[in-house]
T-cell receptor, first 111, second 112 residues
């Protein structure tokens, strides 16, 4: 059930901001946007989530467009340890407790 | 370490054998999830427990798969009569009445 569309891969220079886009044009009003990442050989790690307002935490910022059909995850100062697969997930109570991860964006931070 | 733990980390078995994996969630987390991940794909939901009750099961969870969470603490995932197509990483996650899920390191299963 492809609810989100993400680029397959991206590169980012170390120290620069990494901007990871996600399209979720069929998002419904009660669905949140979640971002997780998965570093090689580890389990996924929660990053951030939001409904319609922009959100920021110690890891990243989440910018959601006004029509909520797309969002961008921003890692303000990418480091080599941010190299991972980043998953954008749309989830709401109507979908129960299932998270649909999709294939994500493979981000490579280049020294 | 108070994170989610999974055992074993790796399991190699022959086709037709039964295997069982264990997940110990973060203490007091009432929700527990099992996922399966194959190479190049994101995790796919298998099943969900709230306390000891198994509330959701994916169509991916064939009748050869069974999961339990006795007493609402640790959980086990058993695969009977394993097939080569069962080779994957099996991930467990837990949460406390929130949607933020904390994942374990996974158990990598190889069926020969």
């Amino acid at each position: 059930d492809a609810k989100t569309t993400q680029p397959t891969s991206m590169d980012c220079a170390e120290g620069r901001a990494a901007n990871l886009p996600c399209n979720h044009s069929t998002i419904s009003g009660n669905e949140y946007v979640y971002w997780y990442r998965q570093i090689h050989s580890q389990g996924p790690q929660y990053i951030i989530h939001g409904l319609k307002n922009n959100e920021t935490n110690e890891m990243a910022s989440l910018i959601i467009t006004e029509d909520r059909k797309s969002s961008t995850l921003i890692l303000p100062h990418a480091t080599l340890r941010d190299t991972a697969v980043y998953y954008c997930i749309v989830h709401g109570s109507i979908t129960g407790n299932q998270f649909y991860f999709g294939t994500g964006t493979s981000l490579t931070v280049i020294p | 370490d108070t994170g989610v733990s999974q055992n074993p980390r790796h399991k190699i078995t022959k086709r037709g054998q039964n295997v069982t994996f264990r997940c110990d969630p973060i203490s007091e987390h009432n929700r527990l999830y099992w996922y399966r991940q194959t190479l190049g794909q994101g995790p796919e939901f298998l099943t969900y427990f709230q306390n000891e009750a198994q509330l959701e099961k994916s169509r991916l969870l064939s009748d050869r798969f069974s999961a339990e969470r006795p007493k609402g603490s640790f959980s086990t995932l058993e695969i009977q009569r394993t097939e080569q197509g069962d080779s994957a990483m099996y991930l467990c996650a837990s949460s406390l009445d929130t949607v933020e899920q904390f994942f374990g390191p996974g158990t990598r299963l190889t069926v020969l």
